[in-house]
């Protein structure tokens, strides 16, 4: 025969043992949920800042490791900084091709952007100059990556080059000029010469006399840099 006063003593019991566990349990999906918030908090505020540098031979980093290339160092020069004053994390996306020209870089462009860059480096056009491509076609396609870059809001950092007179005094000042003519057109900022103090210097670069090696990059990372950061500081 059943105790029916035992039964409901007991099922007393469990009831009471059971309260606090289930209010734990809320506790705990409630704290669950609070350390999401603040996982995903510190998610967005950690979301990298995607800076591009559209380049050929000289950003890819030929002939050098891929921590020795210029992309590689600004990445870490850039995220120094920020401890001290930017507070982002820094992604440097290295979208260097050997033997990459201007027109190359107007059909990798839109693909690029496919990343969501938040700042773009172009550093193209050297190829085409050792190639003697008319000027006129060299602009024209810079000014295709440009455009494709400011219709997405992309800030931009032209990056300018000069090349010896192989086809001429004429060729050669055309070719350098024409980076300042598109830099004022646009209104984007410039590096006036990506190689300054690397170009032409033995010690700078590898026995082919082209290609930096691992203290020309180190130069060039620093002459990216001191004109980078300042556009950092406005678009902050």
Known sequence: MTNLHSIFWFQLRIYLFLIPLLTLASCGEEISSDNKLVTQKKSSAQKDFKILILGDSLTEGYGVMENEAYPFILEKKLNLDSERSLKRNFRVINGGISGATTSGGVSRINWLLQSNPDFLILALGGNDGLRGIPIEKIKENLIKVVVAAQSNNIPILLAGMKIPPNYGIEYSESFTNL??????????????????????????????????NPKGHEIIAKTVHQYLIQELFTTQ
């Open 179 to 212: 980076y300042s003519q598109i830099s004022k057109k646009y209104n984007i900022s410039m590096i006036p010469f990506l190689l300054q103090g690397v170009g032409g210097d033995p010690s700078m670069n590898l026995p082919d006399r082209i290609h930096p």
